[in-house]
């Protein structure tokens, strides 16, 4: 079996940075795919895979409590867009943007039709690559001034199997579900001199707030006109300080679930279909939780389930309705999902266009096999998708 791995790494440079320059910061964010919190061996992962991501790890600032946005690619990338497309407009910055899509092909040095690899191999050249980016930065005598952010779309995809995907450490599920292991993401903050190394932070930080913390070094004040969903990290960044803030979980435009301080509170319950499950595609495979990991759109909202992240981070265990915990928990909660709800503006959907034209009709490597089918006249149409 071939082992097919996107990584997008998104690269924001500031033109023309010399050592001591007096200019912002260069700022390099690297977005892997479907790379879950236990791939990196900082955070356990037994065969330590990552030798670089550790000691970039060392070197700066590790995050266990960060979060991407959504449980799936599409609408994550839609942040960074939306954050380079903000950042071109700045004076201060001259932006260089390249989204890299590398199907790593490379891995085992042969082309991916014939390949036969372990996403294990694929880590190790991503870590591999990561390692020469920094350390060409250190040769440049830029690194001092060149902020590198590291982290992951969504949770790895265990719903491919063992050797086909990545791990996402004692968390629930993977990518596409809303439970942990799909949306707490690997994070490293690297930026010799000025984030202190060796550090932790506890932050519940999100993959938003990378836009806020970008402008924020670079010096910049974040647009007006817009409520601005992301934090400032930068005192995160320079002074390890803990902002209060709560997480919300959204899959498609269900709020799911919301994280304050180490509890987490699921209003809503759901792996994937019955119909789906019994074709054998499993979201949760060897991890079912009864009354948790449901098959069916679960709504808990007038009692919802609630676990302490901290004691139980597979979320296996809610706590009783019947105690004080649970009862105190709901209290704060409501309050918070309350005023979200109040201050959220929706916003319209653009990535509910569907066109058959721009499927998969030729794969790689098709041509030898015979296999091309194709495609059929461009005819996009508004589409509904069922997360
Ligand atoms: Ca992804």
Redesign the pocket.
Known sequence: MSVKT?ICVLWAVSVGQTAGSQHGPNIIIMLM??MGWGDLGVFGEPSKETPNLDLMAAQGMLFPNFYTANP??SP?MCCFWACLYLSITMSLFGILAYCCLLHITVCCGKTLCDLSCSYGDAVMELDDSIGQILAHLVSLGIHNNTLVFFT???GA?VMSGPHQSGSNGPFLCG?ETTFEGGMREPAIAWWPGRIPAGTVSHQLASVMDLFSTSLSVAGVLPPDDRVIDGLDLSPVLINNSLLDRPIFYYRGNQMMAVRIGQYKVHYWTWSNSWEEFNTGINFCPGQEVPGVTTHTQEEHTMQPLIFHLGQDPGERYPISVQSEEYQDVHRQVTAVVEQHQKDLIPGMPQLNMCDLAVMNWSPPGCEQLGKCLKPPESNPWKCVWPH
């Open positions: 996107v795919d479907d799936l690619c994550c992951s779309d969504n995809a990518k």
